[in-house]
């Protein structure tokens, strides 16, 4: 059985599918811990599942650096075996991601590599694009740019708002996920593999 932790900012709508699948008996992960940066309205989908959560306030502590040695500390005590992004508002250090990686994921509302960053819907809608996405990927040193693990196009329909569009892009940003963490459960992706073929193919591109 696969050990997942969840990080979360904020209302944690796709933690809650998460949390939803895994309840399933036949599905071969266990959400073991769900950690934030905040005071987050997601922690009552965990709280309701009996799942501990914890909290790591960015505010509190004086760098990035400090605040993710600290997030890394909380995590080594939950010893998951793949750490899942959802919605965490933040960029993990260096010294956090080269610890987890490659089991350590995240989901973004665009298809990547198009608009990456904190923005990615406002970005699309923005630039006047017909169609934008959602991507799940390894995460690494850089922002949104790890290996794509799972994407899907979505459609930008005419009267579009942020909200509007990213409500749209959400359930497939769920289903891409559950997906992605029942394949990495049943071994069908292997996460250390796709990410040296990935860092192989950057190391003999022209
Ligand atoms: C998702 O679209 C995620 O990709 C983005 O923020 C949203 C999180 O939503 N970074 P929720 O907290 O799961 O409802």
Redesign the pocket.
Known sequence: MLTVAVL??????????LLDAAADPEFPARIVVVGADRE???FAHAEEYGIPTFMVPWAMFASREEWGAELAAQLRVWRPDLVV?????RLLPATLVDERSPRII????AYLPEFPG?H??RDALAAGVEQTG?SVIIVDNGVDSGPILAQERVPVLAGDDEHAL?ER??PV??RLLIDVVRRVASGELDLAQIASRAAGAEASAP
């Open positions: 979360i900012s904020g209302t944690g709508s796709n933690l809650r599918a987050a309205e997601g992004l959802s919605g965490l508002m995240n989901t973004h509302p904190a990615g819907v959602a990213h892009i959400k940003e769920r």
